[in-house]
């Protein structure tokens, strides 16, 4: 009978970020966001850092990279990365074209919103 050479399998995982640290061992963040606002629904879209970007939080409330349903006004939305770096950025809901005394809202689909 032979007998069987079973040799372990070893793994080398090498993690690559963008977050350095500095001569105080203090992480520092590249991270940047920008949100933009298209009829009703605005959408943050996060650069650099390290992803996976694992939190979206908006100001209302919401969560994800995206948020809809709006109402006009200013929504911020602030970004973490995987290594709890963050970065805000801010869009603005408006209603134009001499609307002001509306109570609803239409997208571009002709869906109809309270406002």
Same mark, same amino acid.
């Given at each position: 009978?032979? !007998? ?7 793994? @080398?995982?090498?993690?690559? %970020?963008?977050c350095q640290k500095d001569e105080e061992d203090?992480?520092?963040? /590249?991270? @940047? ?12 879209? !996060?650069?650099? $850092?390290?992803?996976? #970007?694992?939190? #979206?939080?908006?100001?209302? *409330?919401?969560?994800? +990279? %995206? ?6 006004g200013t929504y911020t939305v602030t970004v973490?990365?995987? %290594? *709890?770096?963050? !970065?805000? +950025?801010? +869009?603005? !809901?408006?209603?134009? $074209?001499?609307?002001? $005394?509306?109570? %609803?809202?239409?997208? *571009? /689909? $002709?869906?109809? #919103?309270?406002?």
């Open positions: 009978m032979k !007998a069987k050479l079973i040799l372990p399998l070893l793994f @080398t995982l090498i993690f690559f %970020t963008t203090e992480i520092t963040c /590249d991270l @940047t966001v920008s949100a933009s606002v298209t009829g009703i629904s605005a959408t943050a879209t !996060a650069s650099l $850092g390290t992803p996976p #970007y694992v939190n #979206y939080a908006w100001s209302n *409330g919401g969560s994800g +990279a %995206t948020v809809s349903g709006l109402a006009p973490t990365d995987n %290594t *709890g770096c963050t !970065a805000s +950025a801010s +869009a603005s !809901a408006t209603v134009s $074209g001499g609307c002001a $005394g509306a109570t %609803t809202m239409t997208d *571009g /689909d $002709g869906n109809v #919103y309270p406002i």
